[in-house]
């Protein structure tokens, strides 16, 4: 095949072009240290509507218009939209898409679906089936903790290994090269995850049940490709958190392929100070992809940042079947991203 | 673009091949007009599993087994799995894809997941991203009712408009022509759906709900494209049941493309007879998944039909949202499938 590289790897020949990004966030998140790089922080976690499932949906919404807006470019402009986020059958994903009306493919894979989004939506570019692609994720705090673990009213202490779900929603436009103005970034490889499942049943430690996935994800790629981690400034994980960062490096090297502590980036490391009392770090969905959006692209833009693999993880958790005893499967996707100089 | 036409459709100009199918349901579809044709029929609805979602999940990975056997193939020899289900986070396809191995995106499309996983997964193998996908979808009426509406030992009674969730999983496996034996059929295009929701608030209505989406998606094909409904041997919708599928036919007419009755079919309509007291027909992922396996594709390698529009349609349906007053999207997707003779 022309567009494959060994077991799991894809190449984008054309290297879609990401021309436009956005970010929209809650207030505690307005609040941490990326705060100045967002581009809506919202006053109240309620976002001005009527229960926090629709505050989700309306974020996903307005990162959609602000990314569109800077790229000066309409929804009738877009040719697909591709996009998921926690919730039960991914609402806030369909009322965004009902409202901007651009033709939606929902996916799921849990916190991974920022990078599964770009990896699909990389194919439609770069395949020639979609000239402008939306890429698009999203969580929020109090409707995860509500469906995943309790309602926030009843007030739960919650555990050292416990992440906290980020409130926002990050957005990516793909096109065609050439098709607009000068590029943030453009993708080139991809690799698509299996779903690795080491047995954990813990639903409040996430990262000890992601990374073995990421580190197989990880460790095909390199298998695949020959790179090294060396030739990436960063390895990005989405929300690894504390514990699952550190279960990534053992992972991988017990795997042949020791990761340079010093080129590792973790979203949900990165969304937080810690006095802001989250634990092992930021989760969700919209955590790796308002981080994408607010600090990483623009870092491959200013050329900062040269070459990165962007690794969303997901817990494939549901509340039904890990009351039935079921452990929890991971999985992870990569995306590379390079600077367009 | 090159594999683009008009707004919304796609272009498979290297015309994936579906080399092999399966098809894996409960005993209630074991008993309906299509007994004979499906590839595995369980004795019980729990399929000799723990919980009914683990035998959602059984069904799923069976007939992923059964799809490869067919076709003389191991996991090792399929690049990506496409999948989902109507389950909280997509569990049973997760579990599925877990015992399987093969690298898995989770997709979400409500009853739209089969075509949803055959445009996506036809886009990987005609863009030469991939050289063999198993597209699955599936559902089980038990786990669905639990999720949805009650559990079944509450003993509600049905209204007239609801459909009857099918217990059952169905499989394709998409491969770059010439890479196999024979293929079944081949797809052509394809036509990515936008939400489109009317106001229905009737969780018992899902027909009403997803009619104007097949609607918008089906005009949309015919006004990209210059096609004509005489221009298909069947024009099949996955499960708008007896409400949705005359809805259909008023909303296309008022549109401008009047829909020739003798060429419609719908799955739901399809898996059960009247005698099986389904009230407006059969509905869930699995139910246009295991028709498509066991009646359409059968009848296109057959040379009975020679060309056909696949719409599976799905309600965005979450019983947080409609508690909370929410109206439901609707959403379809087709897909154009030919004989190869």
């Known amino acids: ?27 505690r998140e307005g609040k941490g240290p990326l705060a100045d790089r967002f581009d809506l922080v919202a006053q109240s976690a309620d976002f001005g509507q009527d229960s926090y499932e629709q505050a989700e949906a309306a974020l996903l919404r307005e ?14 402009s877009v040719d697909a939209m591709l996009g998921g986020d926690l919730l039960n059958q991914i609402m806030p994903s369909s009322l965004a898409a009902r409202a901007l009306k651009i033709p939606f493919l929902g996916m799921y894979g849990a916190c991974s679906t ?14 020639g089936y979609a000239s402008r692609v939306l890429c698009t994720a999203g969580s ?8 995943f673990r309790f309602p926030l009213e009843y007030g739960n202490q919650r555990t050292p ?16 090269p050439g098709a607009d103005s000068k590029p943030m970034a453009c993708l080139t490889r991809a690799c698509i995850g299996r779903i690795v499942d080491m047995g954990v049943t813990d639903a409040n430690n996430m990262g000890a049940a992601m990374a073995p996935a990421a580190a197989a994800t990880l460790c095909g790629y390199f298998d695949d490709t020959g790179d090294t981690p060396q030739q990436f400034d960063r390895i990005i994980t989405g929300d690894l958190g504390s514990v699952g960062s550190g279960l990534l490096l053992e992972w991988c090297g017990r795997m042949g392929h020791p990761l340079p502590e010093e080129r590792m980036m973790d979203c949900g490391l990165t969304i ?45 958790l549901s509340p039904t079947t890990s009351m039935q005893g079921e452990t929890i499967p991971g999985v992870a996707h990569a995306v590379v991203m390079e600077g367009v100089q």
Chains 1, 2 share one sequence.
């Open 140 to 147: 929020h705090y109090a409707t995860a903790e509500r469906q």
């Open 114 to 127: 920022m990078s599964e989004g770009l990896l699909v939506g990389g194919m439609l570019v770069d395949g």
């Open 272 to 316: 937080f100070d810690s006095a802001q009392d989250s634990h092992a770090g930021g989760s969700g969905c919209g955590c790796s992809a308002v981080v994408l959006s607010a600090l990483i692209l623009p870092k491959l833009q200013s050329g900062e940042w040269r070459r990165v693999l962007f690794m969303a993880t997901g817990a494939l």
């Open 63 to 76: 990162s959609c218009r602000i990314c569109l807006g800077k790229a000066n470019l309409g929804e009738k």
């Open 1 to 27: 095949m022309a567009n494959r590289m060994g077991y799991q790897t894809i190449l984008y020949q054309n290297r879609p072009w990401i021309v436009s990004s956005a970010s929209a966030v809650g207030p």
């Open 161 to 176: 290994a416990s992440q906290w779900t980020v409130t926002g929603a990050g957005v990516v436009l793909l096109a065609a």
